[in-house]
């Protein structure tokens, strides 16, 4: 038996696309609450007919490898994987949406089972596709990285990679929902109660014949949404739906040390907005978002970084 507290999870970048460093590569140590990553298959049964009524046989067909890497945000844990999902480079401490992409080879490894029950899974081709991100009013900023990837080998030890290093994690503390700010349409605002962005980058497996694993996958439009729940006080949010009025939102973030993330979308439009009343208490507006390329910033979305030290 596995237990989940003995479970790590390895990023290491990739030259070329599904092809593992094989000298001494260094893996870097993803924090993470959990995963999904896996391969998995389509089926087919065979449409024979015999008088006993049996199936003679089945096949396994083309194989899939994703799934999600969920997170608790902190500084500086996941720049690299920020940098890839939004296919930018981070340049002085920026991040914007580009086109620039990048594959990885992830390796999880269930440290209480043997060597002979092959507790090493390489994953290989990996690419990040979606980016969920979730900031409410208490708790911890969480999130997930949706993945799409070519190929899993099982191995019992890393041999075949000479002698891999493993990098320590981060040990930045989680952001959380109430330490920070908020402007919206470049206004400080107290009533945006909650917060959920996905980015998407439409990522789609290319199988060809000869293979049962993709080539490299097509890849779609960035494309960025979400929604912001805020307290309903007035007209001004849900004025600027009825009468599609544009609009930002900029999001601090700042952990214990002081360290900061600034989220800006620079440019959105509100696509919703319905002040329901359920029962007693506060009325609360939910407003779908949809965020928009700015000339001026060449992105729907930057993302600053600041460290305190």
């Known amino acids: 038996m596995s237990d989940s507290a003995r479970h790590n999870l390895f990023l290491l970048a990739e030259s070329t696309y599904g092809t593992t460093p094989s000298s001494d590569p260094e893996f870097v140590d993803i924090r993470h609450t959990g995963t999904t990553l896996a391969l998995t298959k389509e089926g087919t049964i065979s449409e024979e007919l015999h008088s006993d009524r049996q199936i003679r046989d089945s096949r396994h067909g083309v194989k899939a490898v994703g799934g999600d890497i969920n997170f608790e ?7 690299t994987l920020l940098e890839a999902v939004l296919l930018g480079t981070w340049s002085t401490n920026v991040l914007k949406a580009g086109v620039t992409r990048r594959s990885f080879s992830m390796l999880r490894h269930f440290t209480d089972q043997a060597s002979g029950d092959k507790p090493y899974h390489l994953f290989s081709g ?4 979606t980016l969920n ?8 900023v969480t999130g997930s990285f949706g993945t799409l990837g070519k190929g899993l080998t099982l191995l019992g030890d890393l041999s075949t990679l000479g002698t891999p290093t493993f990098t320590d994690p981060t040990t930045t503390a989680p952001f959380d929902g109430f330490t920070g700010s908020i402007t919206e349409g470049g206004t400080a605002t107290s009533v945006v109660t909650a917060i959920d962005l996905t980015l998407a980058n439409g990522l789609a497996p290319i199988y060809h014949i000869g293979s049962d694993e993709t080539s490299l996958p097509s890849i779609g439009r960035c494309t960025l949404n979400g929604s912001i729940t805020a307290v309903f006080q007035n007209a001004a949010l849900f004025d600027k739906f009825v009468n599609e009025t544009e609009s930002a939102l900029v999001v601090t ?3 214990p040390a002081g360290n900061t993330y600034e989220i800006n979308l620079p440019r959105i439009k509100y696509n919703g907005g319905q002040p329901d009343v359920s029962g007693e208490g506060s009325i609360v507006l939910t407003l779908p978002i949809q965020a928009l390329y700015k000339v001026s910033d060449l992105s729907n979305i930057v993302i600053t970084r600041a460290n305190a030290s």
């Open 126 to 129: 990996i690419e990040l596709n």
């Open 253 to 255: 973030l700042e952990d």
């Open 73 to 79: 945000l902190s500084y500086g844990s996941f720049d």
């Open 133 to 140: 991100l979730n900031i409410p009013v208490t708790g911890l």
